[in-house]
Nanobody, 120 residues
Framework: QVQLVESGGGLVQAGGSLRLSCAAS??????MGWFRQAPGKEREFVAA????????YYADSVKGRFTISRDNAKNVVYLQMNSLKPEDTAVYYC???????????????WGQGTQVTVSS
């Protein structure tokens, strides 16, 4: 059974940092990514990493502040979020798929989400 389990969300002040983790079980994927959805907004792509090459991809809004990384042995992907802003407040979802491209869309496996709240 495939499962993606996120952890690490919480409340942080603007300028602070959080690290999200997503543990995958059941199979190894070709790509894993993070998406977020703020209240009243559509879910948007945040970052992704391809499992084989380790290439990373970011939304322009988080580039330079967020870093995605993976631990192949543990089948875990991380999202280090620095210099957080109130507009980063959202539910963050881990996603994965067997198809390596496209990296910003097409994910069939999703976690339950973890809340990130950035206070001003």
């Amino acid at each position: 059974q495939v499962q993606l389990v996120e952890s690490g969300g919480g409340l942080v002040q603007a300028g602070g940092s959080l690290r999200l983790s997503c543990a995958a079980s059941g199979r190894t994927f070709s790509k894993m990514g993070w998406f977020r959805q703020a209240p009243g907004k559509e879910r948007e792509f945040v970052a992704a990493v391809t499992w084989g090459s380790g290439n990373t991809y970011y939304a322009d809004s988080v580039k330079g502040r967020f870093t995605i990384s993976r631990d192949n042995a543990k089948n875990v992907v991380y999202l280090q979020m620095n210099s957080l802003k109130p507009e980063d407040t959202a539910v963050y979802y881990c996603a994965a798929d067997l198809v390596p491209v496209p990296v910003r869309t097409y994910y069939n496996y999703w976690g339950q989400g973890t809340q990130v709240t950035v206070s001003s």
